[in-house]
């Protein structure tokens, strides 16, 4: 299933930098840059994937182990009977 979404996803990426092909100026500091818009679009969907794989501490956490569901009225009685 995730792959397949994947998959959708991708495949937008690539259909909306095909059609947004115009050269576009980009500005940052003092720099100046002028690209097709379908260039900054895959090199910001790269980036993007690049900062998710170099972050995987979000999908590796360990979950929380199951929380005790006796109240401690309960506790006691059974430790008392």
């Given at each position: ?28 500091l003092s720099w100046s840059f002028e690209m097709s818009r379908a260039v900054v679009v895959f090199l910001a969907f790269c980036s993007g ?33």
């Open positions: 299933m995730i792959r397949l979404l994947g998959l959708i996803v991708v495949s937008v990426v690539v259909v909306f930098t095909a059609q947004n092909t115009e050269v576009v100026e980009l500005r940052f994937l690049l900062l998710g794989w170099l972050t995987p501490w979000r999908r590796r956490r360990e979950p929380l182990p199951p929380a005790e569901t006796a109240l401690p009225e309960d506790r006691e009685r059974s430790a008392g009977a």
